[in-house]
């Protein structure tokens, strides 16, 4: 699967970004489509996935009820609406697609970053 991520900028400790994603290419009903974060310094993690028909989602602790995934089928996008953002935040946002089981993408394929900065 082929990821195009876009939308990353600087927003002030409270405000709203959108990212978005657009999948190509060969996919599975088995896959999901989700975001992951990396901060400086800090590994890759999890922030939220969404079921290839856009019925199912999953999110990581630290962003429930601040951020939302959701997916556009008709233009195989998927895109992830930050709220309330924190400077804890700050980190390159990465889109992913792949097999997804019991919460967890298997071997994803990976989106180039986008950087998303929270100013405090």
């Known amino acids: 699967v082929q990821l195009q991520a876009s939308g990353g900028g600087l927003v002030q400790a409270g405000g709203s970004l959108r990212l978005s994603c657009a999948a190509s290419?060969?996919?599975?009903?088995?896959?999901?489509l989700g975001w992951f974060r990396q901060a400086p310094g800090k590994e890759r993690e999890f922030v939220a996935a969404?079921?290839?028909?856009?019925?199912?989602?999953w999110y990581a602790d630290s962003v429930k009820g601040r951020f939302t995934i959701s997916r556009d089928n008709a233009k195989n996008t998927v895109d992830l609406q930050m709220n309330s953002l924190k400077p804890e935040d700050t980190a390159v946002y990465y889109c992913?697609?792949?097999?997804?089981?019991?919460?967890?993408?298997?071997?994803?394929?990976w989106g180039q970053g986008t950087l998303v900065t929270v100013s405090s």
């Open positions: 290419g060969r996919t599975s009903s088995n896959f999901a």
């Open positions: 992913a697609a792949g097999p997804f089981y019991s919460g967890t993408f298997s071997q994803p394929d």
């Open positions: 969404v079921s290839w028909s856009g019925v199912r989602s």
